[in-house]
DNA sequence: TCACTGACCGTGG
DNA sequence: ACCACGGCCAGTG
C-alpha cells in the first residue's frame, strides 16, 4: 500500500493493462488474456486479479470480460448482479440467460 | 506455518 | 458426448 508499487503482482498489471485495450462492444475472456501475457498466469489467476480490479487506476472495464462460454461468470462479483448486463447491453452487445448473444462476433482478441 | 480457495481452460479416459 | 484432473499466483483462516 502505500506508494505504488513496483515489480511484484506486474503480471497483474498487465491483465489490467489488456482489458482496457478492449474497445467499446467487445468482449474477451479470460484464457486469452492469460494466453497472450504469456507468463504464469492462468485463467483462474486473471480472474483473481480482476478482483481486485475495482482498486486499480484507472478503473477496470471487467465487465467485458467473460469466460470462454460467453457467460457472465464474474456479474455476481459487480455492485449488482445485473450491472454486468446492462453495461454490455449499452454497449450494444445483446445478452440472453447472462450469456452473450453471438459472442464470437463481439469477440476481441489483443493483436 | 500449512492448506484451501478463486471471475477458468484444456486435455484425457 | 460426458466426467475428472491439473495448472498457476496471491490472499485468507
Known amino acids: 500500500m502505500s506508494t505504488i508499487d513496483e515489480k511484484s503482482t506486474n503480471w497483474i498489471e498487465k491483465v489490467y493493462a489488456m482489458v482496457r485495450q478492449i474497445p467499446r462492444g467487445k468482449v474477451t475472456n479470460y484464457g486469452t488474456i492469460a494466453d497472450h501475457i504469456g507468463v504464469k498466469a492462468t485463467s483462474r489467476m486473471v480472474g483473481w486479479a480482476m478482483n481486485a480490479s475495482h482498486a486499480?487506476?484507472?478503473?477496470?472495464?471487467?465487465?467485458?470480460?467473460?469466460?470462454?462460454?460467453?457467460?457472465?461468470?464474474?456479474?455476481?462479483?459487480?455492485?449488482?448482479?445485473?450491472?454486468?448486463?446492462?453495461?454490455?447491453?449499452?454497449?450494444?452487445?445483446?445478452?440472453?440467460?447472462?450469456?452473450?448473444?453471438?459472442?464470437?462476433k463481439h469477440f476481441w482478441q489483443p493483436s
Open 56 to 104: 486499480a487506476t484507472p478503473k477496470v472495464p471487467a465487465h467485458r470480460v467473460v469466460n470462454r462460454n460467453g457467460v457472465l461468470t464474474g456479474k455476481h462479483h459487480f455492485a449488482t448482479p445485473t450491472l454486468m448486463q446492462d453495461l454490455l447491453e449499452a454497449e450494444g452487445i445483446q445478452i440472453i440467460d447472462d450469456k452473450i448473444v453471438d459472442f464470437k
